[in-house]
């Protein structure tokens, strides 16, 4: 079975740019959560999707965005990209909620 | 709410020695717990996770730990060091929902 899949894996954007980013889960998954990793601040929770419906979310300002589509693929969407945005951005995908997470390669953004 | 506290954000040991990282954790609920391991510029592998049952956990590539309530404590361990486990492990804990709320992080380093 495929796991998590991120695209892309690189990105380059410069300061008040968007972005976004995409998450595949793995096949049957209907949970999808997002974490951004900085050096700094370690692994930190963004947001969580349940059947298209956002069920927890991080102490992240409203620049960050997401959402979940009926087949479980999910988006993140970033506006107004700060320099302190650049991160390593992860996917995860569990079967159900509370179920072990999966995790994908993630996607490195670095603003400029 | 929940937190983890992971001593220590490097461990040497030789090849062949003893590998513990430290965890411990706080939970306003019944935890789940788990560790990731995480290799250069990749995503987070599942090492092992402690949901309900045995205290005493075996994982991947011959990692255990146990889960001690009193202690608040789940050590990971390994009873001989490989150099390919050279990575950065993380611990973390999830409360009523999916979300993970991760260490710092320890990074192994392994000497021959």
Redesign the interface.
Known sequence: KAGVTQTPRYLIKTRGQQVTLSCSPISGHRSVSWYQQTPGQGLQFLFEYFSETQRNKGNFPGRFSGRQFSNSRSEMNVSTLELGDSALYLCASSLEIRETQYFGPGTRLLVL | AQSVTQLGSHVSVSEGALVLLRCNYSSSVPP?L?W?VQYPN?????LL?YTTGATLVKGINGFEAEFKKSETSFHLTKPSAHMSDAAEY?C?V?G??????????TMLLVSP
């Open positions: 789940y788990f990731y990749q995503g987070l592998q599942l996770k993380f973390a999830s009523g929902y999916s979300t993970l709320t991760f260490g710092k992080g």
